[in-house]
């Protein structure tokens, strides 16, 4: 029998908590599906927030996405460029069109873009319930959706309500943030924007993966254990 690593996709949470920055959480899950133009595994495309904040964030929103430049890649001030095929694409905007279908808000975006090559507006969803396919399925692309909640405990459950588990985000309060991220059901947890190490586990649960790598977990899969007796 052959052992087997497999690094995933996901449909990862970025948690925000009163209190917490939410500049931060707003920045930290769009440049996950800015750069890259969203084709990244760990990407943090369900951003959860309080539902009395649902206004806030969509200011804050805006703001940051009002100065992002599409376009040529191979130019210094571009941030998002083509898809990586026209199947990608053709499939990124089926997703969104889903994602109207089922009843969420085109906050901003949503189209091809009309000039040469695969080209998706950057995209945020309003108005999403956990329950529709844009908030279950992995996109792979800029497509961002905004999920509200009453109670921390009901945030915890929205973000552990997936097939995936690879990675995650919690900006909030520092002691309630590392309660919260104790309980997400997850590889990989970000909080309050701390650094990511070479030297840790990368992987994930559930669909998300078996195994890990880097760090001293990355080689374990590579091992085989032996016991000696004497």
Same mark, same amino acid.
């Given at each position: 029998?052959?052992?087997?690593?497999?690094? #995933?996709? %996901?449909?990862?949470?970025?948690?925000?908590?009163?209190?917490? +920055? #939410?500049? #931060?959480?707003?920045?930290?899950?769009?440049?996950?599906?800015?750069?890259?133009? %969203? @084709?990244?595994?760990?990407?943090?495309?369900?951003?959860?927030?309080?539902?009395?904040?649902?206004?806030?964030?969509?200011?804050?929103?805006?703001?940051?996405?009002?100065?992002?430049?599409?376009?040529?890649?191979?130019?210094?001030?571009?941030?998002?460029?083509?898809?990586?095929?026209?199947?990608?694409?053709?499939?990124? /905007?089926?997703?969104? @069109?889903?994602?109207?279908?089922? $009843?969420?808000?085109?906050?901003?975006?949503?189209?091809?873009?009309?000039?040469?090559?695969?080209?998706?507006?950057?995209?945020?969803?309003?108005?999403?319930?956990?329950?529709?396919?844009?908030?279950?399925?992995?996109?792979? $692309?800029?497509? #961002?959706?905004?999920?509200?909640? +009453?109670? @921390?405990?009901?945030?915890?459950?929205?973000?552990?309500?997936?097939?995936?588990?690879?990675?995650?985000?919690?900006? %909030?309060?520092?002691?309630?943030?590392?309660?919260?991220?104790?309980? /997400?059901?997850?590889?990989?947890?970000?909080?309050? $924007?701390?650094?990511?190490?070479?030297?840790?586990?990368?992987?994930?649960?559930?669909?998300?993966?078996?195994?890990?790598?880097?760090?001293?977990?990355?080689?374990?899969?590579?091992?085989?254990?032996?016991?000696?007796?004497?």
């Amino acid at each position: 029998m052959k052992k087997l690593v497999l690094e #995933l996709g %996901g449909k990862s949470p970025m948690v925000y908590l009163k209190g917490g +920055d #939410l500049q #931060l959480a707003v920045r930290s899950a769009a440049s996950t599906v800015l750069d890259n133009q %969203g @084709q990244t595994c760990s990407a943090l495309t369900r951003l959860l927030v309080p539902k009395d904040e649902l206004e806030r964030t969509k200011e804050v929103i805006q703001d940051y996405y009002k100065d992002i430049k599409v376009g040529d890649p191979s130019e210094d001030d571009t941030r998002v460029g083509p898809m990586v095929s026209e199947d990608q694409m053709n499939t990124v /905007l089926d997703y969104i @069109q889903t994602g109207i279908d089922e $009843g969420a808000n085109v906050f901003l975006g949503g189209n091809r873009l009309n000039r040469k090559g695969y080209f998706v507006e950057p995209t945020v969803f309003t108005d999403v319930t956990n329950d529709m396919t844009i908030a279950q399925e992995e996109i792979f $692309g800029p497509v #961002l959706v905004v999920i509200t909640y +009453d109670t @921390q405990e009901e945030a915890i459950k929205i973000a552990n309500d997936s097939s995936y588990g690879l990675s995650g985000a919690v900006v %909030g309060p520092e002691k309630e943030a590392m309660d919260v991220a104790r309980q /997400l059901r997850t590889g990989n947890v970000t909080v309050n $924007g701390g650094a990511r190490s070479p030297k840790a586990p990368f992987g994930g649960y559930k669909q998300s993966g078996i195994g890990r790598e880097n760090g001293l977990y990355g080689l374990e899969d590579y091992l085989e254990v032996k016991a000696l007796f004497k």
